[in-house]
């Protein structure tokens, strides 16, 4: 059995922080392996052979199936609580932290292969993702960070 204890952790803190309604963490659901939801937005992960896949859900409703997919459950851990951290801290008041990473381009310690207009998959020593932009300039400076690490980088200023 995976062991989702720590991104569940971290979804109840990040939705919280962004005062979302009635946040929880089923693993009984019959489409993904776990679902992070809430009335305001909730994320259905996937998995198969060879990735872990992000579904949205928006507060209509409406759904959009592979948002992002990634080679491992650590990685989606990373790209989750980055995605979860920056609503809140919009939410809150913070600083964004995106646009700087963004601004740097790709990280050079990363391969990328544009897929099609918009998409790019990046290859680094921590494993494979697939993702759109801005998402793929960002966290192609994340992948190589431990959990840790960019917990640190998200509670930055916040109280």
């Known amino acids: 059995m995976t062991d989702f204890s720590r991104i569940s952790a971290s979804w109840l803190e990040w939705s919280h922080r ?6 929880n963490v089923s693993l009984e659901c019959d489409d ?3 679902a992070f939801t809430s009335g305001d937005f909730s ?7 060879d990735w872990w896949t992000v579904d949205t859900i928006d507060d209509r409703g409406q759904r959009r199936n592979d948002t992002a997919k990634l080679s491992s459950l650590e990685l989606a851990e990373k ?3 980055w995605i979860w951290s920056s609503l809140a801290r919009g939410v809150i008041g913070a600083p964004p932290l995106g646009p700087q990473l963004y601004s740097a381009g790709f990280s050079p ?16 020593p921590s494993g494979k993702a697939i993702l759109m932009e801005p998402y793929a300039t960002i966290f192609s400076h994340l992948m190589s960070k431990s959990v840790d690490e960019i917990g640190r980088m998200i509670r930055a200023g916040i109280a």
């Not at 544009?114 to 998959?121: D, H, N």
């Open 18 to 23: 962004a005062r979302m309604l009635n946040p």
């Open 43 to 49: 994320i259905h992960l996937r998995h198969d052979a």
């Open 32 to 34: 993904c392996e776990i």
């Open 79 to 81: 790209y989750l609580m």
């Open 109 to 124: 310690d990363v391969t990328v292969t544009p897929i099609k207009a918009g998409i790019a998959e990046l290859l680094s």
